[in-house]
């Protein structure tokens, strides 16, 4: 049995964990990124490579000692630097001496022939077509079904009354769906994931902030690299909705383009015509249409030395102007420390807060100009 | 009066300076360019465009800038294709709409699309929406692009034969001037200077890169002295070309002249914060492990370069090279 | 007897060797610069003039270092090297069959691969000095302890402590939490040491095929907790050169006789040049708006060297 292993990407391997091995593969799981991938990645990764770049090398250089044999990661085609990431990381792994293969993984509709080699290179059994299709059907399912719990998550926990029990519920919940395995099963697992977190003891009368998160996306979406950026807001009052879903992406890279992303890209227009590449554009539009939706802030969270969220950051303080939107950009490498950006979100939801609720506190104002 | 047409130098400014040049001219426009890179440009660039943009970024930011009082246009357009495979870095793509929100009070901006996969006649399409623009008739527009078209492969041709852009731009677009000579080759040893051409020919950001090899004995050729033909077919060992045109030529250029093995070393030089870069350097570092009879070394600038910095690596570099040649 | 006079002019220490042909070392003078090299230059050519024997004749004399142009046009000097040669030479002086030369001083570091007795690839710290001596002694003067008694302490610790950060400052917040955290000293100091190691690795040293023989010279080098870091960090042997802290000097001498051996006269002025007077003055040059700010150096009432210009507007023609 071939030993696979893959990118972590927040919670995400719990479904390609199951898909592998529904394959008849043997899974490496990937370790959580953490201080020793770093080192390893900032090790062998070239100095100004890109954040998740260095987490991925990281990554594949833990498994890689674990004994992984195959990567299977996914490509693109660019002009984001992402799709090139695949090859150069090979080429890393076998100077440094271990004989691994790496599959990426490229869009199906540009390059239909691999993408069918790719999936029979992962399938030793010679499972038919359609068993393979349910297997990814059903990862498909879990997937959906991680995302649906995340997103309850952003909006139970800045109305928590205990601080923490969110998260501790999510945790939980997590289990359930990684143990669930037909359809059936995840099905439950997902209503049942669903209902406790909505069963945590909630403020209704609590004012909360609603705060977009737009930026890269393994940024976005691996809590590790963002220093659990959608915990602290949480934590500090803030309803967070992310733009980015693992399964709102690769549906739009696979499937149709979904409506809620042509408008999207309808509100980027203005700013920037076409796409730049990596998700400039998505950051770009997803602020306005924020704005658009009386969103009370947004934040930016992008690898340093990034090009197109450069380039978007540039356009995002004009669209910021124009739409009296804040937006605060972290651009985050190996050297971001979790105490500064606490500092700096702290401020930055004091900084919402007394925009928002300013109308609201005339006296309180008024007291606090007469000191 | 005629109108007047900024075009910052730098960036695209290497490579299609003389195109834009006569085609501009012959449409009666007066063409100022910012001119040589100064102090003065990258200060301000620095203060203006974003902390974490690169060098090249910061640059033109303050190229456009001084150009900002002086005229009525700002020709920056979005180049995105011109060879049908690769495009060009999201900052090229993106840079109009930098300017254009990143900067305050700029005279309105040309920010045509080359896209050559548009089909066959999207450069000529492209040119014609940019006379229409300034209220050219077509005839004018026609004969002013084939002049363009012609500029270009004369700079080109010249540039083949080893001149470098700065002194090539000169001598197209002042046929009479015969004060520049094309570049001697005088020195012992040959160098490649390998990095994208607003890097390499900007002799401000490289420290004079080029100069203080040429006093230290050594030959330099760049990037576009190597024939475009060789680079498109040379095979660069990799599943998926570069996607970036200038990241893919200097990868290409790296691994022609380690297989042909006709320098005696490669300097690749690159800015501090390049993204692509961070690729290409990384492959051509490996490159350069499987030819390591071709001395090879990177050298990263940015706005804070030394000139000691720069010219202690050089010394080292060009010594090391010259004692493995005598023994 | 013939000998040769090498100077290396560093940007924390200025150093001095006398050595002869044999290579024995007849004066070997290290000096901290403190920011005034003319000074620190003509004091350690006053101390060397006057400790070598009489029958010495110096036969050449080379300069390296950050400082190599400034002592190169005060001495005259045969051979003007920059420092990564010098340190080279120097090393394969001693260890002929050197694969690795790494070099850590006060405010830079390098690395430097040899094979076969030439210098196959280098590379000097970039950005930060996270790699070097000052590294440690912030953080030293930050504990309070001599930097002088940091390989003993570090050599006493029995595990090290692992001290997060590339940067100076992020370094000592993590160190000083690790103090309140209750670590005993010696194995925070030997973290330290570690930490200098990794940076040092992974910066300079990134990528670069690190075979043995080891040799680890620069000021950094005579501590013996950095010494026993690297070779724990590369599972190799590291050999410290006696005189560790003066091998660019020494290298360059080599040079000069060398080059020496070439033109067949030296060139150098002499030791009389301590008692003449040198002065240094700068202005900005008006020329264009890039103000380069130019540095001069007068012998008497003569110009003698100029630095600084972008373009050859004030170079000095002889």
């Known amino acids: 049995m071939p030993r696979v292993t893959f990118p972590h990407m927040g919670e995400s391997y719990r479904t390609f964990k199951m898909l592998m091995n529904d394959l008849g593969n043997e899974v490496v799981l990937p370790p959580r990124p953490s201080k020793r991938t770093l080192d390893h990645g900032v090790r062998h990764a070239p100095e100004f490579a890109c954040f998740p770049f260095k987490i991925l090398m990281g990554t594949y250089v833990e498994t890689c000692l674990l004994g992984a044999e195959i990567i299977v990661t996914s490509g693109g085609v660019g002009p984001c630097r992402a799709g090139q990431y695949g090859q150069l990381h090979k080429k890393i792994l076998l100077d440094l001496g271990y004989p691994v293969d790496i599959i990426v993984f490229e869009p199906p509709r540009l390059h239909p022939i691999d993408f069918l080699r790719n999936i029979q290179r992962l399938n030793p059994n010679r499972m038919s077509y359609r068993a393979v299709w349910d297997c990814i059907k059903r990862a498909w399912q879990k997937l959906i079904a991680l995302d649906e719990t995340e997103k309850i998550t952003h909006v139970v926990r800045p109305r928590e009354i205990v601080t923490g029990s969110t998260t501790r519920i999510y945790r939980k919940v997590l289990e359930w769906i990684d143990r669930s395995h037909s359809a059936k099963e995840i099905e439950e697992a997902h209503s049942s994931a669903v209902e406790a977190i909505k069963s945590v003891e909630q403020d209704p009368e609590r004012k909360v902030l609603k705060v977009g998160l737009v930026g890269e996306i393994y940024v976005l979406l691996e809590p590790a690299s963002n220093l659990e950026i959608e915990e602290t807001l949480g934590n500090l009052g803030v309803e967070v909705e992310r733009s980015m879903f693992l399964t709102g992406w690769t549906r739009e890279n696979t499937f149709s383009e979904t409506h809620e992303t042509i408008s999207v890209k309808d509100a980027a227009m203005p700013y920037i015509p076409l796409c730049i590449g990596g998700h400039g554009m998505e950051s770009v539009g997803h602020t306005v249409v924020y704005a658009k939706r009386g969103f009370d802030g947004v934040i930016q969270l992008a690898p340093f030395t990034c090009i197109p969220e450069i380039v978007a950051r540039t356009i995002l303080t004009s669209v910021s102007k124009e739409h009296g939107i804040p937006v605060l950009t972290f651009f985050l490498d190996e050297q971001t420390g979790k105490a500064g950006m606490s500092t700096r979100l702290e401020a930055f939801v004091d900084l919402m807060k007394r925009k928002k609720w300013q109308d609201e506190l005339p006296e309180h104002n008024a007291v606090k100009k007469g000191q | 009066m005629t109108a007047r047409v900024g075009i910052p130098s730098s960036l695209l400014y290497y490579m299609h300076y003389p195109m834009w040049h006569t085609f501009l001219t012959e449409l009666n426009l007066d063409v100022v360019p910012s001119g040589q890179t100064n102090k003065n440009f990258l200060d301000q660039g620095v203060k203006e465009a974003l902390a974490d943009a690169c060098v090249p970024v910061k640059l033109f930011f303050g190229h456009t800038l001084t150009l900002r009082d002086k005229v009525d246009y700002l020709f920056i357009p979005r180049v995105v294709c011109l060879n049908q495979k690769t495009i060009y870095c999201p900052k090229f793509l993106g840079l109009p709409d930098m300017i254009r929100y990143g900067l305050p009070d700029m005279p309105p901006i040309i920010d045509i699309q080359m896209d050559v996969r548009e089909g066959r006649m999207a450069l000529f399409r492209a040119y014609n929406q940019i006379g229409s623009s300034f209220g050219a008739g077509s005839l004018q527009i026609a004969r002013a692009y084939l002049k363009a078209l012609y500029s270009a492969a004369r700079y080109n041709a010249l540039m083949q034969k080893g001149w470098h852009p700065p002194e090539a731009i000169k001598a197209v677009l002042n046929p009479n001037s015969k004060d520049i000579a094309p570049t001697a080759r005088k020195g012992d040893l040959n160098f490649a200077v390998l990095g994208y051409p607003y890097v390499v020919h900007d002799d401000y950001i490289s420290v004079g890169l080029i100069g203080k090899l040429k006093k230290l004995g050594v030959n330099v050729i760049t990037l576009e002295n190597l024939p475009p033909a060789t680079l498109a077919r040379q095979n660069c060992d990799l599943d998926k070309i570069m996607f970036w045109t200038y990241s893919d030529l200097v990868l290409r250029a790296s691994h022609y002249l380690f297989k042909s093995g006709q320098v005696d070393g490669i300097i690749h030089l690159t800015a501090f914060g390049c993204g692509p870069d961070s690729m290409v350097d990384k492959l051509m570092e490996l490159t350069a492990k499987e030819y390591s009879n071709i001395p090879y070394m990177s050298l990263t600038i940015d706005e804070h370069s030394g000139d000691a910095g720069v010219s202690t690596r050089l010394e080292a570099f060009t010594d090391m090279v010259k004692r493995k040649k005598e023994v | ?318």
């Open chain 3, 1 to 318: 007897m013939k000998a040769y006079l090498g100077i290396d002019v560093g940007s924390v220490s200025t150093n001095i060797v006398v050595q002869d042909e044999a290579g024995k070392i007849h004066a070997g003078i290290y000096l901290r610069t403190m920011g005034r090299p003319i000074d620190a230059l003509l004091t350690g050519m006053r101390e060397v003039g006057a400790c070598i024997p009489p029958d010495l004749e110096i036969a050449g004399a080379g300069a390296t270092g950050s400082g190599r142009y400034l002592a190169g046009v005060m001495i005259d000097a045969d051979v003007i090297k920059n420092e990564i040669t010098a340190h080279a030479v120097a090393a394969s002086m001693l260890v002929p069959d050197v694969q690795t030369v790494l070099e850590i001083g006060g405010q830079d570091s390098k690395i430097i691969i040899m094979r076969n007795g030439i210098v196959t690839d280098f590379a000097m710290n970039t950005v930060c000095a996270a790699g070097t001596g000052s590294f440690l002694d912030q953080q030293a003067s930050r504990l309070n302890i001599p930097i002088t008694d940091f390989g003993e302490l570090a050599h006493s610790s029995g595990a090290p402590v692992r001290i997060a950060g590339r940067c100076t400052v992020f370094a000592e917040s993590d160190m000083i939490h690790k103090q309140q955290m209750g670590h005993r000293l010696p194995d925070i100091i030997n973290g330290l040491c570690e930490a200098l190691v990794r940076n040092y690795l992974n910066n300079v040293g990134k990528g670069k095929e690190i075979l043995s023989p080891v040799v680890f010279q620069g000021g950094v080098a005579a501590n013996k907790g950095i010494k026993a870091a690297f070779e724990r960090c590369l599972n190799l042997t590291v050999i410290v050169p006696e005189y560790h802290n003066i091998m660019g000097a020494i290298g360059v001498a080599q040079l000069a006789k060398e080059e020496v051996q070439k033109t067949g006269c030296t060139k150098f002025k002499g030791f009389h040049i301590t008692g003449l007077s040198y002065r240094t003055g700068s202005f900005e040059c008006g020329g264009c708006p890039n103000a380069c700010e130019i540095a001069e150096i007068y012998e008497g009432d003569r110009v003698i060297g100029r630095w600084g210009a972008r373009c050859q507007r004030w170079d000095i023609i002889n």
